[in-house]
Nanobody, 116 residues
């Protein structure tokens, strides 16, 4: 059974930082591209970032470019998202997903709230 379990969300002030983690199980993690997707209340999901199998390529939405960094540790089956210079508009539920263009498995999400 494929499982993706996110952690690391919380409440942070504007300008602050958070690091999200996602532990994967039930599939060969190193064989799969991975992504982060977020969804704010009442909004459609927004793809945030993706990384290839060996971490040689990563991509970002324009809204987070230069502030967020995606990474992975294949030995630990873990995906990360380092979020710096957070803004109120980054407030959303953040999901770890398997894949890039086709996101076939999603975690349960971790809430990020940016507020003063």
């Amino acid at each position: 059974e494929v499982q993706l379990v996110e952690s690391g969300g919380g409440v942070v002030q504007p300008g602050g930082s958070l690091r999200l983690s996602c532990v994967a199980s039930g599939f060969i993690f190193s064989d799969e591209r991975m992504s982060w997707v977020r969804q704010a209340p009442g909004m459609a999901p927004e793809w945030v970032s993706g990384i290839n199998r060996r971490s040689t390529s990563s991509y970002y939405a324009d809204s987070v470019k230069g502030r967020f960094t995606i990474s992975r540790d294949n030995a630990k089956n873990t995906l990360y998202l380092q979020m710096n210079s957070l803004k109120p508009e980054d407030t959303a539920m953040y999901y770890c997903t398997r894949g890039w263009t086709t996101l076939d498995y999603w975690g349960q999400g971790t809430q990020v709230t940016v507020s003063s």
